[in-house]
């Protein structure tokens, strides 16, 4: 029998997980998915947003997996803490692969980042899907503007949550804490904001249409900043779906804004509810945000222009966008995994194929799949050719894996490194409990946004059983 430990139950640790089971070269491979949280998915749960339940139930996709027989979920594992490092998970088993992905968010590096009111998109996501590391966060929303540095996926999220009422996400998974603050939002001006033009930027059409779709909102788009693009001005020449969101500016641009009486206004989606305006800006690069120790008051940004090499350059001209809230979506970054080698540039582990390199020379049974091992690109199904590639590698150096061998049960050495298991039941007293704690609130499931509250959950499993 092989055993493998997979390290993360997000999309490319599920996907690595099916990709070794599946193939018949093993027939006997057991694969233990470890995951750091006593749940399971990664940003499947904690980062797509509550209103794209189309998304979220690849949930259903990844749980088929999770649900094999030779599969084996064990949350609540906290891989490179003492006594569970590298060498010791290659005691208990014949291969690690790790699917960590990129936890930390990019800094902008420029003076007032630290401001109070200036927040990475990354707590704004972990707060409004429960992240347990996020309990501790409060985001009030009093602030009139909310500012978002960045136009990828993640930045139409947020501007779209910040957008959207809150009786609009009461049918979600979100918490009543978020909830609560988004009902009593008081933002009334939501900026998105790219240091480049239009075609470079990175949302999907899909994405970006829907914040022309969302009830009692204008969105303003200047045409100035859209021919400024030069292929904004050749379309003919542009990827398809590149096309189409500068199809879908162009009409936003070209649009007469809504006032509250128009006929083109829309239905209000609650009464009383403000009218809010979503600003998509381009060619502006942010340089400073200004405020004191009470908090952010505006960004600084200069314009940009193209360089004619697919870039843009300073211009030397300024603006202030003034805002009270800031959001910084600027991309993801792999952080050091204890006992791997790690590429400060890319922010990855180094590999081939999947099998980790130290110095030039693969380290016996251990590899990574996923962001750790790419870095922080492509959509969710990007993550399968990916994951299928290391777990070829990883079935193709069987045979001298196996030659090793383990022995012993893999959660009792678990145990005896002092971690607390979470296995399959225990997650599904989570799922219990929150469809339980959302029938009491008058809603449907509805997570539980703590530590505490979910290991009480999955424990209940343990004492019931």
């Known amino acids: 029998m092989l055993r493998v430990a997979v390290i993360g139950s997000g999309p490319s640790g599920v996907y690595t997980a099916q990709s070794l089971i599946e193939q018949q070269a093993v027939p006997d491979i057991e694969v233990y998915v470890l995951d750091r949280l006593p749940c399971p998915y990664g940003l499947v749960r904690y980062g797509v947003a509550p209103d794209h339940e189309k998304i979220k139930s690849l949930q259903n996709n990844l749980r088929a997996v999770l ?99 809150a009786a609009e996400l009461a049918a979600t998974d979100m918490p009543q804490g978020p909830l609560g603050a988004l009902a009593d939002s008081r933002v009334e001006d939501v900026w998105m904001v790219g240091r480049r ?27 100035e900043e859209l021919a400024q693009d030069p292929a904004y001005r050749d379309p003919g020449e542009l990827p398809a779906a590149v096309r189409r969101n500068v199809e879908v500016l162009r009409g936003w641009a070209e649009r007469p804004v809504a006032g509250p009486e128009s006929p083109d206004a829309g239905p209000a989606s609650s ?29 600084r940004f200069e314009r940009t222009a193209p360089d004619g090499r697919g870039g843009v350059s300073g211009t030397g001209e300024f603006e202030d966008i003034e805002t009270q809230l800031v959001l910084r979506s600027v991309g993801y970054r792999g952080t050091p995994q204890p006992g791997l080698p790690f590429d400060e540039t890319t922010g990855t582990v180094p590999h081939l194929a999947g099998r980790v ?34 777990a070829l590698s990883l079935l193709a150096d069987a045979p001298a894996l196996a030659e090793r061998g ?18 399959w039941p225990g997650w599904l007293a989570i799922e219990a409990a929150e469809a339980e704690w959302g029938r009491g609130l008058g809603r449907g499931t509805v997570k539980l946004p703590d530590w505490t509250g979910l290991l009480d959950a999955a424990h209940s499993a343990r004492r019931t059983s």
């Open 67 to 165: 649900e094999h027989p030779r599969t084996h979920f064990l949350g609540n594992v906290e891989v490179g803490a003492p006594g569970l490092g590298v060498e010791e998970l290659r005691e208990i088993f014949d291969a690690v692969v790790f699917c960590v992905g990129a936890a930390t968010d990019r800094h902008l590096g420029i003076p007032g980042e630290e401001l109070p009111g200036s927040h990475p998109a990354t707590e704004f996501v972990a707060w409004y899907s429960a992240h347990p590391d996020a309990a501790a966060l409060r985001f009030t929303l009093a602030a009139r503007s909310a500012l978002v540095i960045g136009v990828g996926n993640v930045a139409v999220d947020v501007a779209r949550m910040l957008s959207r009422g």
């Open 357 to 390: 390199l130290r110095d030039g020379t693969p380290l016996p049974g251990v590899y990574v799949a996923g962001w750790i091992k790419r870095g922080p690109t492509g959509v969710i199904g990007t993550n399968r050719p990916c994951a299928k590639e290391t």
């Open 197 to 223: 033009g239009p075609s470079q930027a990175k949302f999907t059409t899909k994405e970006l249409r829907e914040l022309g779709s969302l009830p009692d909102t204008d969105v303003l788009v200047r045409p």
């Open 271 to 299: 009464p009383g509810r403000r009218r809010r305006r979503i600003h998509l800006r381009f060619f502006l690069r942010p340089v400073a945000m200004l405020g004191d120790a009470n908090g952010v008051r505006a960004v």
């Open 406 to 423: 383990t022995a012993g049960d893999p959660v009792e050495a678990l145990t005896r490194a002092g971690q607390r298991p979470v296995p």
